[in-house]
Structures are given as structure tokens and as C-alpha cells.
């Protein structure tokens, strides 16, 4: 069965630095998501990714989160000045209709800052 | 504000025994409503969703799920519970946009 791979399972980064979380979604899909978990928390929408564009993004997704598409297999996520409070597992998701037909979770990174 | 409610952080059962997840949703247009399995050190993987068809869906695992409108409701329920099936379960509900919003989820603990 088809599955989004992400790397790596788990990365370790200094409050500060920037960090790129990688994920290759299945192949024939179009529509690409990536969300959070704090840990003991909710499940939160970070951002949705079609055609190349945002599509929408939640209030936690600001200046500091950016997406890309690069190759045209891969989707990324970079955190450009990480902060302690952005240590969760990150989960890359995509489908191939969008939201109403359910999506495929990858595995998750767990990010720690510290 | 749009939201959904998962009642139980925690529930066990028994094996063999009747399993049934809760879930209530807050809206004023219809949703379109998932559940969600994880298990340790996985991802989410769905189980099954509603999407205005069917109002009993059935999902993998022998879960099924019913949408009941006038409850606001969208509980999981499995007949009789197996010792694979402990993992923590998400409702999810989407309404107009491209995002879904999460329960707090609840683990399912099966006992032999």
C-alpha cells in the first residue's frame, strides 16, 4: 500500500536554528498538509499545500514556517528560527481529492528544540 | 466556534467485550467526519469517514461508525474488541475548509 515517507523519524535542534522537515507524499496525490501534535496535545492544522500555493493556513503557521513543493516529489517544511515551544511530532499528510475522501498520514517527526 | 469533543481520554475493555468511542461535533453545516487510528510510534491512519452518504459508515478493523445529526454525534463502536486494537483513536471533523480539526483523542486499552 502507497505511504508518505518522512525524514528523519527524529531530529534534535538548537533554539535558534532552522530545521527542514521532509516528507515525499504519494505519488499521484495532489493536495498536501502538514500537522502538529505537542506532546499530550491535540492533533493542529498547520497548513494545506495545492497547485503549487497555500491553500490555507492555521494562526500558527506565521512568518517563521514556510512550505515547498521543490521537485516535484518532495514537500518540506522549514522552521527558520526554531523556539522551545516548537517541540512536537510533525505529521505530513496528502491526498489525492482533498479533504472529503480522508488523507494519508506519514509516520511523523519528532522534533526536539533545546 | 467549530469544534469536536471526544468524551474518555481513556476507556478499556475487555476482549471480546463491546467497544465505543465517543464523539460530538459543534456545528452549524454539515460536517464531514473521520476517525482516526495511531498507533505507537506510527502515523494516523484512517478508519473510516462520513461524508454526507450513508449515515452508518464502516471502516476497516470491523469499526463502524454512525452519524447521527440530531445527537450531533459520530461514535466508533466495534463489536467485540481485540488486543491489536489498543492504540489512541482521533475524531476529526472538517466543514467548508481544507483542514481538519482534531479530538483530543482517546486510548483504547483491551484487556485479556
Known amino acids: 500500500e502507497p505511504e508518505v515517507t518522512q525524514t528523519p523519524s527524529h531530529q534534535v535542534t538548537q533554539m535558534g536554528q532552522e530545521v527542514i522537515l521532509r516528507c515525499v507524499p504519494i505519488?499521484?496525490?495532489?493536495?498536501f498538509y502538514w500537522y502538529r501534535q505537542i506532546l499530550g496535545q491535540k492533533v493542529e492544522f498547520l497548513v494545506s499545500?495545492?497547485?503549487?500555493?497555500?491553500?490555507?493556513k492555521s494562526e500558527i503557521f506565521d512568518d517563521q514556517f514556510s512550505v515547498e513543493r521543490p521537485d516535484g516529489s518532495n514537500f518540506t517544511l522549514k522552521i527558520r528560527s526554531t523556539k522551545l515551544e516548537d517541540s512536537a511530532m510533525y505529521f505530513c499528510?496528502?491526498?489525492?481529492?482533498?479533504?472529503?475522501?480522508?488523507?494519508?498520514f506519514g509516520s511523523g517527526t519528532r522534533l526536539t528544540v533545546v | 466556534a467549530q469544534s469536536v469533543t471526544q468524551l474518555g481520554s481513556h476507556v478499556s475493555v475487555s476482549e471480546g467485550a463491546l467497544v465505543l468511542l465517543r464523539c460530538n461535533y459543534s456545528?452549524?453545516?454539515?460536517?464531514?467526519l473521520f476517525w482516526y487510528v495511531q498507533y505507537p510510534n506510527q502515523g494516523l491512519q484512517l478508519l473510516l469517514k462520513?461524508?454526507?452518504?450513508?449515515?452508518l459508515v464502516k471502516g476497516i478493523n470491523g469499526f463502524e461508525a454512525e452519524f447521527k445529526k440530531s445527537e450531533t454525534s459520530f461514535h466508533l463502536t466495534k463489536p467485540s474488541a481485540h488486543m491489536s486494537d489498543a492504540a489512541e483513536y482521533f475524531c476529526?471533523?472538517?466543514?467548508?475548509?481544507?483542514?481538519?480539526?482534531f479530538g483530543t483523542g482517546t486510548r483504547l486499552q483491551v484487556f485479556p
Open positions: 456545528s452549524s453545516v454539515p460536517p464531514y
Open positions: 462520513y461524508t454526507s452518504a450513508a449515515t
Open positions: 505519488s499521484n496525490h495532489l493536495y
Open positions: 476529526a471533523v472538517s466543514y467548508n475548509t481544507d483542514k481538519l480539526i
Open positions: 499528510a496528502s491526498s489525492d481529492r482533498g479533504r472529503n475522501y480522508g488523507y494519508t
Open positions: 499545500f495545492y497547485n503549487n500555493e497555500i491553500s490555507e
